[in-house]
C-alpha cells in the first residue's frame, strides 16, 4: 500500500491533484514523458511522498490543463500538506458544497455528529434543507436551489459510514419549514433509523447540563488516518487534527451517550413525534 497524506490538507491535495491528472485522459506514463519526469515522480506527488517543488507542480498542472481555480487551490494547498489543523475563511458564506468536509465524509469509517440547532446536512429531507438555507441572513436567493442539491448530493456518504447522530431533543420540536415538512423529516430519520449503519442518539430535554452545550461537532474517525475534527460556523470552519485536541472531542461523545437516550428509545421519540 503506497503511503499516503497523513493531514487533511494534504489528502484533499493528493485527491485533487490525482482527479486533474484523470481529467487529462492520458496515463500518469505519457504525462511524465511530456514533463520529461520519471513517472515515479508524479506517483511520489500523488502519494504524499514530496519530491517536488511549488514550481514543478505548477509545470505538472499547466501540462494536465487543470482550470486556474483548481490550480491556484491545488497550488494553495501543497505550501501546507504536512501542516496539522487548518482554518479555512469562505467570505461571506459558507461555500455552495464544503468540499474537504464532503471528501473526508466519503474517506470516513466512522462518524459521530452533534449538531446543537439543526439536523445534520446528510439528514435533511430537501424542503428542510431549502427552508434552513432560504433562512441564511448571507446566502444569494439564486444560489439556493444549488445548494439544496448540493446538499442531496452530499448524503450520499451515508451509504458506506456508520454514522452516530446526537441530536438535542429542541431540534426535532423546531417546526423548520412548517409542519408538514417537519413531519416529512421526521418520516425520513425514522426511514434513516432502521438502517444497521445508522444510529440516532437524542438528548431530551430532561438530560439538564451536559457535555455537548459547547457547541456543534463532527469527529470523523479513519481506519488508515488519525482522525479529525470539524467546526463550521457562518463564513469559516475549523479542522483539529492534534492527537490530544481530537481525543478532548471524544471525551464529549462519551459524554453525551451518558445524556442521550438509547437508539430503541430515540426512534421511539422519533415515532411518537408523527402525527
Not at 458544497?97 to 473526508?104: D, G, I, K, Q, Y
Not at 445548494?147 to 446526537?166: D, I, P
Not at 451536559?210 to 470552519?237: I, R
Amino acid at each position: 500500500m503506497p503511503k499516503r497524506f497523513s493531514t487533511v490538507r494534504g489528502r484533499e491535495f493528493g485527491e485533487g491533484l490525482r482527479a486533474a491528472i484523470a481529467a487529462t485522459g492520458m496515463t500518469s506514463r505519457q504525462i511524465a514523458e511530456l514533463i520529461g519526469w520519471q513517472e515515479a515522480k508524479i506517483s511520489d506527488l500523488v502519494n504524499g511522498k514530496g519530491g517536488a517543488t511549488e514550481l514543478e507542480l505548477a509545470l505538472l498542472l499547466g501540462v494536465c490543463r487543470t482550470p486556474a481555480q483548481e490550480r491556484d487551490h491545488l497550488l494553495s494547498l501543497f505550501t501546507g500538506t504536512g501542516v496539522k489543523g487548518w482554518w479555512q475563511e469562505h467570505g461571506a458564506c459558507a461555500p455552495i458544497s464544503p468540499r474537504t468536509l464532503v471528501e473526508h465524509e466519503r474517506l470516513a469509517k466512522k462518524l459521530f455528529s452533534w449538531q446543537t440547532m439543526l439536523l445534520h446536512g446528510t439528514l435533511q429531507v430537501p424542503d428542510y434543507t431549502r427552508a434552513v438555507i432560504t433562512a441564511c441572513a448571507n446566502v444569494p436567493d439564486d444560489e439556493i436551489e444549488v445548494r439544496v442539491e448540493a446538499r442531496v448530493l452530499r448524503q450520499e456518504s451515508l451509504r458506506g459510514l456508520k454514522a452516530v447522530f446526537f441530536v438535542p431533543e429542541p431540534v426535532l420540536l423546531t417546526q423548520v419549514g412548517g409542519p408538514e415538512v417537519m413531519q416529512e423529516q421526521l418520516r425520513h430519520l425514522d426511514e434513516l433509523a432502521a438502517r444497521p449503519s445508522v444510529v440516532f442518539r437524542v438528548v431530551p430535554l430532561g438530560a439538564g447540563a451536559h457535555a455537548g452545550m459547547a457547541g456543534s461537532f463532527d469527529l470523523l474517525t479513519f481506519d488508515k488516518y488519525e482522525d479529525a475534527v470539524f467546526l463550521e460556523s457562518e463564513n469559516s470552519s475549523l479542522i483539529i487534527e492534534a492527537p490530544e485536541a481530537v481525543k478532548a472531542y471524544g471525551r464529549i461523545v462519551e459524554g453525551l451517550e451518558a445524556a442521550a437516550l438509547d437508539a430503541e428509545q430515540s426512534r421511539e421519540l422519533i415515532k411518537k413525534l408523527l402525527t
